[in-house]
T-cell receptor, first 114, second 109 residues
Framework: NAGVMQNPRHLVRRRGQEARLRCSPM?????VYWYRQLPEEGLKFMVY????????ESGMPKERFSAEFPKEGPSILRIQQVVRGDSAAYFC????????????FGSGTQLSVL | GQNIDQPTEMTATEGAIVQINCTYQ??????LFWYQQHAGEAPTFLSY????GLEEKGRFSSFLSRSKGYSYLLLKELQMKDSASYLC??????????FGQGTTLQVKP
């Protein structure tokens, strides 16, 4: 029973390029959450999605960032025209439902912008 | 607004007991979670409280007082492997989990 799978584990991009981070939730989970973490800091909420729907995107920057969770396939966090300040660990989590269900986290993608 | 506060760092001795406090002010409450995170790794679930009182699970216990907006995580019989960050998080009414900054615990021999 595979857990939450994120890839790539490490991603290096030059300023101005696009970054695509993928997340496959645990089997049977239809709720996906994306978080961002800087060194020595807590997890900052970015976006919460269900299949084909964005439930809460209050933590997403207004520009360059987008997220989707299609009917088939993984959830994608897309960052266009990356800047050095986008360098961080991006964690994906999934849950069975949206109520009091606990979140299971993936191992994260470490994005480095040169 | 959303505000979750916990101490930044704590140090304790192997075999001892440590209590990590968390206070919160959030618009909406659907439970409080504690996660453990070792450096460079994914957070892992430790405990969940939605009603007032103490939840015990082995060496770890978690307490919640909703009227005071307060929780603590109690770790007993500390082991060196318990050195990690401990994250307090509140589930909002919309379903998202809002995290505090985390408490880095260092266990010394």
């Amino acid at each position: 029973n595979a857990g939450v799978m994120q890839n790539p584990r490490h991603l290096v991009r030059r300023r101005g390029q696009e970054a695509r981070l993928r997340c496959s939730p645990m089997k049977g989970h239809s709720h996906v959450y994306w978080y961002r973490q800087l060194p020595e800091e807590g997890l900052k909420f970015m976006v919460y999605l269900q299949k084909e729907n964005i439930i809460d995107e209050s933590g997403m920057p207004k520009e360059r960032f987008s997220a989707e969770f299609p009917k088939e396939g993984p959830s994608i966090l897309r960052i266009q025209q990356v800047v050095r300040g986008d360098s961080a660990a991006y964690f994906c989590a999934s849950s069975l439902g949206g109520g009091n269900e606990k979140l299971f986290f993936g191992s994260g993608t470490q994005l480095s912008v040169l | 607004g959303q505000n979750i506060d916990q101490p930044t760092e704590m140090t304790a001795t192997e075999g001892a007991i440590v209590q990590i406090n968390c206070t919160y002010q959030t618009s909406g409450f659907n439970g409080l979670f504690w996660y453990q995170q070792h450096a460079g790794e994914a957070p892992t679930f430790l405990s969940y409280n939605v009603l007032d009182g103490l939840e015990e699970k082995g060496r770890f216990s978690s307490f919640l007082s909703r009227s005071k907006g307060y929780s603590y995580l109690l770790l007993k019989e500390l082991q060196m492997k318990d050195s990690a960050s401990y994250l307090c998080a509140v589930k909002s009414n919309t379903g998202k989990l809002i995290f505090g900054q985390g408490t880095t615990l260092q266990v010394k021999p």
